[in-house]
């Protein structure tokens, strides 16, 4: 249920959101473990240079394998598409106007 409710808050440019969904993720906690798809959220969390969720990410990098670092690339790509700071901002806008 957690899960659902992050990915709501990160649909609107909440970035400790979006890093609690990488963080769930990566250790399995409510859901299965995936860790490309954990890397990818930590990633869009890290957008904004916030120092806590760059140094997270850069320690999920190094942890990944060379073939799960492919996935977490290629999982990432629609993610981002879905959840950086310019979309969802501007969908923050919306609900907010």
């Known amino acids: 249920e957690a899960l659902t409710y992050f990915k709501r808050a990160a649909r609107y440019a909440d970035k400790p959101s979006q890093a609690m969904v990488a963080e769930m993720l990566w250790t399995g ?10 890397y990818a959220w930590m990633d ?11 140094a997270k990410r850069e320690r999920y990098w190094e942890a990944l394998s060379e073939s799960e670092r492919a996935e977490a690339l290629d999982v990432g790509r629609p993610l981002y ?12 806008e919306r609900v907010l106007a």
């Open 29 to 38: 906690t409510g859901v299965p473990m995936d860790r490309p798809a954990a």
């Open 44 to 54: 869009i969390a890290a957008e904004r240079a916030y120092l806590p969720f760059v």
């Open 81 to 92: 598409e879905a959840y950086r700071d310019d979309v969802t901002k501007e969908r923050l």
